[in-house]
């Protein structure tokens, strides 16, 4: 008795503490989309109106984050931009994790010539440095948010369908699946029913842990000039439209590049707690 109680207290400490994380970065990242959803709302000031007469200024009580070469309001942008980014990348992680599970369901569930080609079709996107093969298919689609957005998502659904091709074979052998299966199942009740709520949770964990990767690959894409374009307020364009004044007035690149620092860390941070609470490994490890 005495041996078994220290584990079961240590394993129920274990989970409240990831618990307590999940719901702490769960928080923080409610509230950075919250801000982002309102952030018209919450500027102090007209992001986009230009007022030379206050250009560059410091950072002040009235400017927080000081003001840009147009006088434009460093703190309401960066507010402002926080929509760009963070819904910018909520769509293109939720394009590619939606074409990378489905074209991994469907190769593991499939197999056979469409598995090979697909999965060569991977491998070649695998093959090149993500960023250095986006910068390619951005250039060529021609730059902007959305040609940025497009030319990630061509090079990121891979990972989503590696992974969603070996849990599918793993998950296609289990017994409770032939037995499905013999009970008459049609193909799309199995995957719907049975396979894809038992993939789920490595896909939600890679999802949420790549909003941070996917943030700040389409904030380098901006910073390069084939992602969101001026005036439009992105962190990536801000910092780009900033960098030549780095050494006069530093203020006006630290912003955006802080709120992006601070977004990608709450974003991988919830990642993290994620796949430790659902990890049945890390909740009875000591």
Sequence with gaps: MTAVEPTLLQAFVHNSSGKTRLYI?????????????????????DPYLQNLDIALEQPSAAHIFGTDRY??????????????????????VAIITTLGTAIGVFCGWARGRADNILMRVSDLCLAFPGLVFALA????????????????AAISWPKYARIARSQTLSVRET??????????????????????????????????????????????????????????????????????????IPWAVFAPGVAIFLAVMVFNLLGDAIRDYLDPKMRVKS
């Excluded at 990242?29 to 709302?41: R, T, V, Y």
């Excluded at 980014?85 to 909520?90: D, E, G, L, W």
């Excluded at 298919?137 to 990630?152: S, T």
Aim: hydrophobic letters at 50%; one cysteine or more; aromatic letters at 6%.
């Design 71 to 92: 006088g434009r309001d460093m703190l309401s942008r960066v507010i402002a931009g926080s929509r760009t980014s963070i819904f910018s990348t909520f769509l293109l």
């Design 175 to 248: 017994a409770y699946l032939k037995a499905a299966r013999l009970a008459g199942c049609s193909t799309s009740r199995l995957i719907l029913r049975h396979i894809l709520p038992n993939i789920a949770g490595p896909i939600l964990v890679t999802a949420t842990l790549d909003v941070g990767t996917m943030m700040m690959e389409l904030a380098g894409l901006s910073f390069l000039g084939l992602g969101a374009k001026p005036p439009t307020p992105e962190w990536g364009s801000m910092m780009s439209e900033t960098r030549g004044l780095l050494q006069t």
């Design 137 to 152: 298919v951005a250039g060529v689609l021609g730059g902007g948010l959305h040609n940025a957005i497009l030319a990630l």
């Design 25 to 45: 970065f769960g928080t923080m990242a409610a509230l950075l989309i919250i801000g982002a959803l309102f952030s018209e709302s919450l500027c102090p000031y």
